[in-house]
């Protein structure tokens, strides 16, 4: 007479495995963000799938304008530039879209794509910009991101520019922001390695933007001031403490004579800031 043996347990999915594991339903955000993390804890979910999960929750609540390059940090092109001035900041700047304007920096023409401009060496006549530029959207500050990802997946559109409420250009939005906020920071072969040397770059309206990694002491031989390195490393750090907390895009804080406006940032910590002197 034959033993029955119990059968093996099917396995099962992680979300399988989570939904099981959930204590009930959960009333609002806040309480399935918490269920999330305890799931977390419990080993049902890594510390990379609850950051993805979070991000994607957190994308309903922000704006073009939370995550946008604001206008000052933009990288246009004017439409009557000759070609080696346009070619030499398309190499300077690393990017693969342009937005291209008229005389008027708020008159954006089209979108111009890098790798279009292999065209000009191809062809026997003299290149014509005006003939290689691309639709340009155009969007609120206001728009939702998650209405935004899912309108440059029907439109296959990489890059929005954004507009205030007078018409006028308040800086761009690219599909890789957007997704940035998910899955975090995306790097290309052309973002700077955080091991590498940290940069103070001088800007047209008379800002620094100063990574946040930049050693104090490097800032102090810049702007030839004299903040303390003995409690902290980085400007980063440094700025941080002022703050009280970890800042968000948008915020400022003056210290020792200084403007330091947070221009990039994730929910770990600061990226970057836009430096002015309060003397200035």
């Known amino acids: 007479m034959s033993e029955d043996h119990p059968s093996t347990p099917p396995h099962r999915s992680w979300f399988e495995r989570l939904t099981q594991a959930l204590s009930g339903e959960p009333r609002n955000v806040e309480e399935l963000l918490e269920e999330l993390r305890q799931a977390q804890a419990n080993g049902l979910l890594s510390n990379d799938t609850l950051s993805m999960v979070e991000g994607a929750i957190e994308v309903t609540d922000l704006t073009v304008a939370d995550v946008m ?67 340009v959207a155009l969007i609120p500050e206001s728009k939702k991101l998650n209405i935004l990802l899912k309108e440059f997946r029907l439109s296959r559109n990489h890059m929005a520019v954004v507009v205030d409420e007078y018409g006028g250009v308040a800086g761009l939005i690219t599909i890789e922001d957007v997704l940035e906020q998910i899955v975090g920071e995306i790097d290309d072969e052309h973002d700077t390695d955080e091991g590498e040397a940290k940069g103070i770059v001088a800007q047209t309206d008379g800002r620094y933007l100063v990574n946040a990694l930049t050693p104090i002491a490097e800032f102090n031989a810049h702007f030839g001031c004299a903040f303390s390195d003995e409690e902290f490393d980085t400007v980063g750090g440094m700025v941080t403490a002022e703050f009280g907390h970890l800042p968000e895009v948008g915020e400022e804080t003056a210290l020792g004579g200084y403007a330091f406006h947070v221009t990039r940032a994730d929910d770990r910590r600061v990226h970057q800031f836009a430096v002015r002197s309060l003397d200035a």
Do not use: N, W, Y
Not at 83 to 110: C, M, N, T, W, Y
């Open 69 to 135: 390059v604001p206008r000052a940090q933009m990288v246009s092109l004017p439409l009557g530039a000759p070609l080696q001035e346009i070619l030499a900041r398309v190499i300077e700047s690393g990017h693969s879209r342009f937005p291209v304007h008229g005389d008027d920096k708020d008159e954006i023409v089209g979108i111009l794509l890098a790798k279009d401009l292999l065209r000009c060496f191809t062809a026997a006549e003299p290149c014509d910009i005006s003939r290689l530029l691309r639709p």
